[in-house]
Structures are given as structure tokens and as C-alpha cells.
Nanobody
């Protein structure tokens, strides 16, 4: 089992910045990919960015240049730096992890989510 705890969300003005953190605990040795998804009111959950244990990243094209994902393996933590925030970035941001089990089986884990609100 893997537990994910997010932090760093909140209210920010348009043009501002935030950094989200997600700390993993439990069977952390099995974690490969970590990342972030978001879900705005009335919309489906969408990919923000992911990063593998070897540092390979995948980001939503529309967010490249403003959002940056990074990972500290020693701390079992993934970060999302968000710059030049826009009102349309308002959403609940969910931490995500993929754990690899016996016979290369994959299990997805989700955090509880952290609210990011961009408003003046």
C-alpha cells in the first residue's frame, strides 16, 4: 500500500505562483511514476504532469512553460511548481503514483486532493 499526502494548495491571484508537494509513504520502494492530475468543477480529471523514477517527464502540452514537475527520491516527494497562474487553473489537484508489484503488476494510488483557486 502507498499513501499520498498533498500540501501547498490555496488561494492565489492571477499571475501568481504556487508549489504543490506530495509525500509518499508505505510501500515506497515499489513506486515508479508519480505525478499530478487536476479536476475543475464540472470537468473530467485531466493530466497535469508525471515523472518516472528515472526522471522522465510527461506534461500536458497546454501547461508546458508554466508548470514544472520535479521529484526528490530521497524524500519520496514529488513537486509541482505552477507559475503565471490563471483563473482556469482553478481545480482540485490530485497526487498520483504507480506502484509496481509482483509480475510487473501496476497499481494506481491517489491522494485526497488539494484545492487551488486562482482569483483576484
Amino acid at each position: 500500500q502507498v499513501q499520498l499526502v498533498e500540501s501547498g494548495g490555496g488561494l492565489v491571484q492571477p499571475g501568481g505562483s504556487l508549489r504543490l508537494s506530495c509525500a509518499a509513504s508505505g510501500s515506497i520502494f515499489s513506486i515508479d511514476t508519480m505525478g499530478w492530475y487536476r479536476q475543475a468543477p464540472g470537468k473530467e480529471r485531466e493530466l497535469v504532469a508525471t515523472i518516472t523514477s528515472s526522471g522522465i517527464t510527461n506534461s500536458a502540452t497546454s501547461l508546458k512553460g508554466r508548470f514544472t514537475i520535479s521529484r526528490d527520491s530521497a524524500k519520496n516527494t514529488v513537486y509541482l511548481r505552477m507559475n503565471s497562474l490563471k483563473p482556469e487553473d482553478t481545480a482540485v489537484y490530485y497526487c498520483y503514483a504507480v506502484a509496481i508489484g509482483p509480475f510487473s503488476t501496476k497499481t494506481n494510488y491517489w491522494g485526497q486532493g488539494t484545492q487551488v483557486t486562482v482569483s483576484s
